[in-house]
C-alpha cells in the first residue's frame, strides 16, 4: 500500500459520495460513504450483502422502514453533543429524509447475517473516559461488540485543543488470542474552529509503513494496520469518527512496547518525573 492511498478528502457540496468502496484493495472489510442532503431530500440506505451505520454529524431527520416512520431531532452539529446512529443490516433499506440539513457517515463490512433496522439513540452510547494529562479523551462507542450487529463497530472520539488520541500507540491487526485482534479503521475529521488542523502517524514496528499527514476537517485515513496516533493541533477541538470491522468484533488493542509504560505510571521510566 503507497502513502497515497492512506489519506482522502471528501468535497464540499451535498449528495451522496462513495469514500472508500467495498472493493478498496487495501481494505478487506470497511467501507465509507458520506451523505449530505439539503432539508426536504431523501436518500435510500442498504445493501445486499452488506450491514451498514449511518452515524450522525447533525440535522434532523426522519428514517422510514418496513412500513414504519420515526422522526430524529437530531444535534445541530458533530460538536453539539452525542450522535445518533441508523443500524442497517444486509439485505434491508431505509430512507433517511432530511427534516433539516443532514450530514453523517456511513460505515459498512460484509454480512450474510439476518438482522432488524434499529436505531441507536444518545442514551443508548457507551462513553469511556480515556488517558489523561494531553492525552485525556472521550470515546463515544455507539455500534460496540454487544450490539447485535456481525462484523461493523462504529464510534467517535471528542479530542480537546491540543490533545493526543489512540495513546499509547495502539494496533489491532493481527488476531493473538487474549493480545490483539485484527480490526481495520477508517478515520474521519472535522475541526472546531472549521479551518483547524491536526496530525495523522501511521507506522509499524519494522517501519516499512512510517508516515505523518497533516489532517484537516472532512479529511479520510485508512488505517489496514498498524499504530495510529493522532493529534489535534492547538487552538483547535478536533472530533474523529470512525468505523471499524473484521472477523472479531472485540477491540483488544496492541501497544507499542516502547511507548506502554504512558498508560501505566508504574512503568514510568526511572528518570522520568510526573
Known amino acids: 500500500m503507497g502513502r497515497d492511498n492512506y489519506k482522502f478528502s471528501i ?105 432488524e433496522v434499529k436505531i441507536v439513540y444518545p442514551e443508548d452510547i457507551k462513553i469511556l473516559d480515556i488517558g489523561e494529562n494531553e492525552w485525556h479523551i472521550n470515546g463515544y462507542f455507539v455500534i460496540d461488540s454487544e450490539f447485535p450487529a456481525q462484523r461493523l463497530i462504529i464510534g467517535e472520539t471528542q479530542i480537546p485543543v491540543g490533545h493526543w488520541c489512540s ?56 488505517v489496514p494496520g498498524g499504530y495510529h496516533p493522532n493529534v489535534a493541533g492547538p487552538g483547535y477541538e478536533m472530533r474523529m469518527f470512525w468505523g471499524m470491522g473484521g472477523n472479531s468484533r472485540y477491540w483488544i488493542p496492541y501497544e507499542d512496547p516502547d511507548h506502554k509504560w504512558i498508560g501505566a505510571k508504574a512503568n514510568a521510566p526511572s528518570d522520568f518525573q510526573w
Open 167 to 222: 495513546v499509547p500507540c495502539h494496533s489491532h491487526e493481527k488476531e493473538v488470542p487474549g493480545l490483539e485482534s485484527k480490526l481495520e479503521e477508517i478515520y474521519m475529521f472535522k475541526f472546531k474552529p472549521h479551518q483547524g488542523f491536526g496530525f495523522q502517524g501511521l507506522y509499524n514496528d519494522a517501519r516499512t509503513m512510517d508516515e505523518a499527514f497533516i489532517i484537516r476537517s472532512n479529511d479520510v485515513i485508512l
Open 11 to 115: 468535497p464540499d457540496g451535498f449528495g451522496r459520495l462513495e469514500v472508500v468502496t467495498p472493493d478498496n484493495p487495501d481494505m478487506e472489510f470497511v467501507h465509507m460513504e458520506y451523505l449530505r442532503l439539503r432539508a426536504g431530500e431523501e436518500c435510500e440506505a442498504g445493501m445486499d450483502s452488506r450491514e451498514i451505520g449511518l452515524l450522525l454529524m447533525g440535522g434532523d431527520f426522519t428514517v422510514q422502514y418496513a412500513g414504519k416512520s420515526t422522526s430524529i431531532k437530531g444535534r445541530a452539529d458533530c460538536f453539539a453533543g452525542l450522535p445518533h446512529c441508523v443500524y442497517v443490516p444486509a439485505g434491508k433499506r431505509v430512507t433517511i429524509h432530511a427534516d433539516t440539513d443532514y450530514e453523517a457517515a456511513v460505515f459498512g463490512t460484509p454480512s450474510d447475517a439476518d438482522g
